[in-house]
């Protein structure tokens, strides 16, 4: 009967998470009209390239949803810096230890994050729109910053305890879900 219970909150709570879903999304306007871009970058190498891409065309880049593009990218670049220093406020271990680590699962046998695209990290500063290009290179070096970290990586506010490899999908499937 516990095991009923338990398998039926996993499912609830993994069908929240899921239906929480996709409310900013980011275009190039072409002639034609926007363009849809689907990010499917795998490592945090492939992401930094992508960067540089999308430093010389954040002119012709529209978003929709709540967040400009550098908020966007300001929030990436938080979620990198937290998983060093420490994220500022974490679900519940118990959390941390079922639905958390069960949707991080699925996302990683997935491919793919699917989250509120327009919810803050709990307990980050809030999210002003600022110049792009200091949001690009703020991200930029947090990447780098991970890349070159060779200390303990701290817990994931909702997944738990991750290893480096674990974290760099987790970035990199969570840059991919805000951009595309």
Same mark, same amino acid.
């Given at each position: 009967? !516990?095991?009923?219970? &338990?398998?039926?909150?996993?499912?609830?709570?993994?069908?929240?998470?899921?239906?929480? $879903?996709? /409310?900013?999304?980011?275009?190039?306007?072409? =002639? =034609?009209?926007?363009?849809?871009?689907?990010?499917?970058?795998?490592?945090?190498? !492939?992401?930094?390239?992508?960067? &540089?891409?999308?430093? /010389?065309?954040?002119?012709?880049?529209?978003? /929709?949803?709540?967040?400009?593009?550098?908020?966007? &990218?300001?929030?990436?670049?938080?979620?990198?810096?937290?998983?060093?220093?420490?994220?500022?406020?974490?679900?519940? =271990?118990?959390?941390?230890?079922?639905? $958390?680590?069960?949707?991080?699962?699925?996302?990683?046998?997935?491919?793919?994050?699917?989250?509120?695209?327009?919810?803050?990290?709990?307990?980050?500063?809030?999210?002003?729109?600022?110049?792009?290009?200091?949001? &690009?290179?703020?991200?930029?070096?947090?990447?780098?910053?991970?890349?070159?970290?060779? $200390?303990?990586?701290?817990? +994931?506010?909702?997944?738990?305890?991750?290893?480096?490899?674990?974290? =760099?999908?987790? +970035?990199?499937? +969570?840059?991919?879900? +805000?951009?595309?």
């Amino acid at each position: 009967m !516990e095991r009923r219970l &338990l398998l039926k909150s996993v499912l609830t709570g993994s069908a929240i998470i899921t239906v929480a $879903g996709a /409310t900013t999304w980011i275009a190039i306007d072409t =002639e =034609e009209g926007p363009l849809t871009i689907e990010y499917t970058l795998k490592r945090i190498a !492939e992401m930094k390239k992508n960067l &540089l891409n999308l430093q /010389t065309n954040d002119s012709k880049i529209l978003t /929709t949803g709540n967040w400009e593009l550098s908020q966007i &990218l300001n929030h990436c670049a938080q979620s990198v810096e937290y998983s060093i220093s420490g994220y500022p406020e974490h679900k519940s =271990e118990l959390f941390k230890k079922t639905l $958390g680590s069960f949707a991080f699962s699925a996302f990683a046998a997935k491919g793919k994050m699917s989250h509120n695209l327009s919810e803050a990290i709990p307990g980050a500063p809030l999210l002003t729109p600022k110049d792009i290009d200091v949001a &690009l290179n703020r991200l930029q070096l947090s990447l780098t910053d991970f890349q070159q970290h060779a $200390g303990k990586l701290q817990p +994931h506010f909702a997944y738990g305890e991750l290893t480096k490899s674990e974290y =760099e999908l987790a +970035h990199v499937m +969570h840059f991919n879900n +805000h951009l595309s």
